[in-house]
């Protein structure tokens, strides 16, 4: 993570080591991210991660609530 003008953290990377993988070790850690600076951080990465971190929080997609109406 790294800090910028008016964010307190800009999120470039997070990985689990593969053995560890599907135990919600990177759920915890986005949470924990999520909890320690609320909205102010950014996700820069790519879509799929950024898929990842929404799903760990629990944030619905806008393009498929769109379809679920």
């Known amino acids: 993570m790294r800090t910028e ?4 953290a800009v999120i ?7 053995s ?3 135990s919600g070790i990177g759920k ?8 320690l600076y609320q909205n102010k ?3 820069s990465t790519t879509d799929e991660i950024e898929d990842f ?7 619905e997609d806008p ?3 769109a379809d679920d109406q």
């Open 5 to 8: 003008d008016g964010i307190d």
């Open 12 to 18: 470039q990377h997070i990985s689990v080591n593969p």
């Open 20 to 22: 560890h993988r599907n």
């Open 28 to 35: 915890k850690m986005i949470n924990e991210i999520h909890r």
């Open 41 to 43: 951080y950014v996700v």
């Open 53 to 59: 971190y929404n799903k760990c929080l629990d944030v």
């Open 63 to 65: 393009a498929t609530s």
